[in-house]
């Protein structure tokens, strides 16, 4: 345990990261007990209880310290990529209904773009202007607007304008596996949140603006995996909280938007320019994922921040693209195309949530294209789904401190078997029955 080394908690964690880092150690070797550390370093084992805690809000370790911990495998979005059998229905992923989309093939026909040189550096005006009246048809300020390649990349761009590795930063337990692999990859230390149904606890955000956190990660509506939404007096409450921590970011990933079916809420301020934020959109639950775009209002400093990031990159998003999104958001019909969408997310949520209360299980989801089931044991209800013909996605991929859960994806669901689904969730957190021999 040489590579162990330091005073303090941070010194601690710096020290086991640097070694996991440069391959000194490799995932899933057993680190050093707390207690033999503690012994040679000759420090409180409370201070290498709280730097093995840290590395595991990092990723970097799994286990408990205490009872031992290892080197985790380095993070990677195909850890949540299970390959799913043929003969099981898939619950498990994040997709839209396809049959909810707008059809693209009448727009591709018609899109009489003519094609630019380097010079297209600036964001299409009608799209900007059209996003523009649809942040304020919900009350939301849009004085600036960015365009860029999707949610994540909107995510990625506004840490990266004000964060630097090794900042705190405060996010949703459970929350976005993709943000929060996001956010160690960037090298940034998370600070998990609490939530309920109304979305982040006032007392999680205080504590963790009190413990120095530089920027908030939020989902105002649909929450990954959850469902949960802000309401009015939840976003009242919070913005309060934020508006005495004027150096502080707020981030708000508002993924699903027109279809997540609840009024939008935000925590950005009354007065643009009274701290640090955005709120990003993308159309893909709307309009289709493959479009990779994504709208983002915010403060002058950080949209600004944004573009010269994008300038020094991709230099823009494709204006094909963007005048292809233009036409199809503002084509007739397509308004009732998202509502419909809307609704029919809606109906087969509450209908699958009913169905289990009448199971007597309990299911969260007020918005948005998943419902959240909290279990005992995750793994054994997920296998349990699947020798039952249906594919779930475990909890664990989401959760930094939250307790077990398992998401259960709606948009894949035909209407009439919300009462199956409900009845073979059921019967997979049962306790097994105990085999003496």
Not at 119 to 124: F, G, I, P, Q, Y
Request: overall charge neutral; glycine content about 8%.
């Amino acid at each position: 345990m040489h590579f162990v080394t330091g005073r303090s908690a941070a010194e601690i964690a710096a020290s086991v990261e640097r070694a996991i880092r440069s391959g000194q150690v490799s995932p899933g070797e057993q680190l050093p007990s707390v207690r033999d550390v503690a012994e040679r370093l000759g420090v409180n084992r409370n201070t290498v209880t709280a730097a093995y805690a840290r590395l595991r809000e990092a990723g970097l370790v799994t286990g408990n310290g205490r009872q031992g911990s290892r080197v985790a495998a380095p993070p990677s979005v195909e850890i949540y990529r299970s390959e799913i059998p043929a003969d099981v229905r898939d619950l498990a992923s994040g997709n839209v209904d396809a049959s909810l989309l707008p059809d693209l093939a009448p727009f591709l026909a018609r899109l009489d773009l003519p094609p630019g040189g380097y010079e297209m550096v600036e964001d299409d005006p009608e799209l900007v202007a059209h996003a523009q009246r649809v942040f304020r048809a919900d009350g939301l300020q849009a004085g600036r607007i960015a365009i860029v390649s999707g949610a994540m990349d909107g995510l990625e761009r506004a840490l990266r304008a004000h964060l630097r590795p090794g900042d705190p930063i405060a996010i949703e337990d459970p929350g976005y596996v993709s943000a929060l692999l996001l956010v160690r990859s960037l090298g940034l230390r998370p600070m998990p949140m609490a939530l309920d149904e109304d979305g982040v606890l006032p007392e999680a955000l205080d504590a963790a603006l009190a413990a120095g956190v530089r920027a908030v990660v939020t989902t105002p509506r649909a929450q990954n995996p959850t469902g949960a939404c802000l309401g009015a007096e939840r976003a009242a409450r919070l913005r309060a909280l934020l508006d005495r921590h004027p150096e502080v970011l707020v981030i708000e990933d508002d993924h699903a938007s027109a279809v997540s079916g609840v009024p939008a809420q935000t925590l950005a301020p009354a007065r643009m320019a009274a701290r640090p934020w955005t709120v990003i959109r993308s159309v893909s639950k709307f309009l289709g994922p493959d479009l990779r775009l994504a709208i983002v209002a915010g403060d002058p400093m950080t949209i600004a921040r944004m573009q010269d990031q994008q300038a020094l990159g991709p230099r823009w998003v494709s204006h094909i693209i963007q005048r292809l999104v233009l036409r199809l958001w503002t084509a007739p019909g397509t308004d009732q195309v998202i509502e419909r969408a809307a609704r029919s997310y809606g109906a087969r949520r509450e209908a699958l949530a009913a169905r289990l209360a009448d199971h007597g299980v309990i299911a969260l989801g007020r918005s948005g294209l998943h419902v959240w089931v909290p279990v005992q044991r995750e793994a054994e209800v997920v296998q349990g789904m699947l020798a039952r013909g249906w594919s779930i996605q475990a909890g664990e991929i989401f959760r930094l401190r939250s307790g077990p859960g398992v998401r259960v994806g709606i948009a894949s669901l035909h209407p009439g078997e919300e009462e199956t689904v409900a009845r073979a969730l059921a019967d997979s957190m049962r306790p097994g029955r105990l085999l003496y021999t």
